[in-house]
């Protein structure tokens, strides 16, 4: 599935460069790492706030979502905070990889959507939320670390 997905993404961007369509998310040409290889992932949100749609960097974890008792010390964490996390051993270091993935794609999400499928981000705001929320809820490691990589894909669309 994610293979089709990156297909149909790849091939939608391809017909739109050859048709001149740029957007501003993209055209500034700064790639996940602020690097020139396209991609929205944590690195390009952390350095671009400018470009961030309905969110400010200083938001916590906890307005969009909800973290168990084990997780509590999250709540007050800032979303750009969140961006510079590296992760670590068990539950709470897989619930920091999985955070920075899902407020990458929150801002994805809240920036490219458009109304125009062809740069429309795969998930909705409430997909990402719920699916975050269960992963988290469920205290288990490799739910998390199987939820980011999905969202980690589709932050590294490139779109």
């Known amino acids: 599935m994610r293979k089709k997905i990156k297909t149909i993404c790849m091939t939608s961007i391809l017909l739109i460069t050859m048709l001149g369509i740029t957007t501003t998310v993209s055209a500034n040409g700064n790639g996940g790492d602020g690097g020139d290889d396209g991609g929205l992932t944590p690195g390009f949100w ?17 307005d969009p979502f909800n973290f168990p008792a084990e997780l509590a010390d999250f709540r007050e964490i800032t979303l750009l905070e969140a961006l510079r996390f590296h992760g670590g051993k068990g539950v709470e270091g897989a619930a920091r990889i999985l955070l920075r993935a899902a407020v990458a794609g929150l801002l994805n999400y809240e920036s490219l959507s458009t109304g125009n499928p062809e740069f429309e981000y ?34 590294n669309l490139g779109l």
């Open 46 to 62: 952390k350095n671009h706030l400018g470009a961030w749609v309905d969110f400010e960097d200083d938001d916590e974890l906890d």
């Open 122 to 155: 795969p998930m909705t705001y409430y997909e990402i939320v719920s699916q975050v929320n269960s992963a988290l809820a469920s205290g288990d490691r490799d739910t998390m670390l199987d939820l980011k990589d999905i969202i980690d894909d589709y932050n």
